[in-house]
């Protein structure tokens, strides 16, 4: 098992950057890919990035391809999502996740799931 804990949420401005954290523990981190969602008040959950567990590979949601960026510190057993020009729709709270294989773009692949960090961009 590996437990994810998410940190680094807040409230910025629109055009701002944030940079979230997710730590890990448990079985050697690098085994795990991981993925970032969220969830917006009153919508589904939604894929944002997911990382391989070399981090050689990584993809992105349409959503936010070329504003945020996954990447990972095996050395630190933790991931990151740098947001960059944030806006107010990126509004949500913003769950880690880990899978005990390849990356994935589905929610039902992944093993084991932080408590999730809130993000609010105001306009």
């Known amino acids: 098992q590996v437990h994810v804990v998410e940190s680094g949420g807040g409230l910025v401005q629109a055009g701002g950057s944030l940079r979230l954290s997710c730590a890990a523990s448990?079985?050697?981190?690098?085994?795990?890919?991981m993925g970032w969602f969220r969830q917006a008040p009153g919508k589904e959950r939604e894929f944002v990035a997911t990382?391989?567990?070399?981090?050689?590979?990584?993809y992105y949601a349409d959503s936010v391809k070329s504003r945020f960026t996954i990447s990972r510190d095996n050395a630190k057993n933790t991931v990151y999502l740098q947001m960059n020009s944030l806006k107010p729709k990126d509004t949500a709270v913003y769950y880690c996740?880990?899978?005990?294989?390849?990356?994935?773009?589905?929610?039902?692949?992944?093993?084991?799931w932080g408590q999730g960090t809130q993000v609010t961009v105001s306009s």
């Open positions: 990382i391989s567990r070399s981090g050689s590979t990584t």
């Open positions: 448990g079985r050697t981190f690098s085994r795990y890919a």
């Open positions: 996740a880990a899978r005990d294989g390849r990356s994935s773009w589905s929610e039902y692949e992944y093993d084991y």
